[in-house]
């Protein structure tokens, strides 16, 4: 679990981040989004010892970073954006060097495993240097999970994979968000929404949104959205459904389809197909929508004087 309680951060003369709140609970994955420059990395090297905040308090796992920071390091895992590695070690002895400086027991059979779980024991004596960027990535990834940590502090975990190994990659962070806490970073809004139960935007050193992916898209549209695609023209369809009870407006968009809001809580779409079919027209698509993680993002971050 990780607490954070007015984190804030001066450069000299410049806050990089300011009177930072927010909680991660165990078996969830939270991430952490913003525009570069926004404080994530700063944020994520406080949480894991790497150095200490100006004012403000944490506690990761249970120890506060900075009067207990060697009991936090035992029990974090990191992934940086971009991964020491050492090129002239073959992947396997660079896990064991790692295992090796953790004083953790079984040492060779925690890189096996650790090995395993990305995907990479085939490339266990292949040295670092002649490996591509996304396998460095997975070898950064199975460095921080290697001692099992409590905690996972991962900043931009998926960056220079190839599509199939990030969907290996998510897949992994999904399972281990099952059982510990993970803080993840990521420029991939989509990949926010698959895999996060909660997201924190920063923006110029402060947060200014805590919330579900879900409940951020209801936040900004004031209701929940759906679509609906008939066979044929619809303007003759617009003003019967909005005689349906629970919505709140309805609009044509320009590819055809027709965009209804209605009020949280409710869900008229059983009473819109009734309506629709009762129209005589043929119903060929009645779906949620809502405000992507993307326009969200964007809505939230074009103004930092958002609370």
Do not use: W
């Amino acid at each position: 679990m990780i607490i954070a309680n007015g984190l804030t951060k001066d450069y000299g003369s410049r806050r990089a981040i300011e009177n930072l709140r927010f909680e991660a609970r165990q078996g969830e994955v939270v991430g952490f989004l913003g525009p570069n420059g926004a404080g994530k990395t700063t944020t994520m090297r406080i949480l894991t010892g790497y150095m200490p905040p100006t004012y403000g308090k944490a506690t990761v796992a249970g120890y506060d970073i900075v009067a207990d920071s060697l009991e936090v390091r035992k029990r974090v895992g990191y992934l940086p954006e971009t991964v020491p590695l050492y090129p002239d070690m073959t992947v396997f002895e660079y896990l064991k060097f790692m295992a090796d400086l953790r004083h953790l027991p079984n040492a060779e059979d925690m890189v096996d495993e650790a090995l395993e779980k990305v995907g990479m024991e085939e490339r266990a004596e292949g040295y670092i240097s002649n490996l591509s960027k996304g396998m460095k990535q997975r070898i950064g990834l199975a460095q921080a999970l290697l001692h099992k940590p409590e905690v996972l502090i991962l900043d931009e975990p998926t960056i220079g994979l190839d599509p199939a190994q990030v969907v290996e990659v998510r897949n992994i962070i999904r399972e281990v968000g099952k059982e510990r806490t993970v803080l993840l970073s990521t420029h991939i809004l989509s990949e926010a929404q698959q895999l996060c139960d909660r997201v924190l935007i920063i923006n110029k050193g402060r947060i200014v949104v805590e919330d579900t992916p879900e409940n951020l898209q209801s936040r900004l549209v004031g209701g929940e959205r759906a679509i609906l695609r008939v066979r044929g023209e619809s303007d003759e369809l617009v003003p019967k459904l909005k005689e349906v009870p629970g919505i709140q407006d309805v609009k044509a968009n320009p590819d055809g389809a027709l965009e209804f809001q209605f009020a949280p809580g409710q869900d008229p779409r059983p009473l819109v197909a009734r309506t629709v079919i009762g129209a005589g027209y043929d119903l060929l698509e009645l779906r949620p929508a809502g405000l992507s993680l993307e326009e969200i993002f964007l809505e939230l971050t074009k103004d930092s004087t958002i609370s």
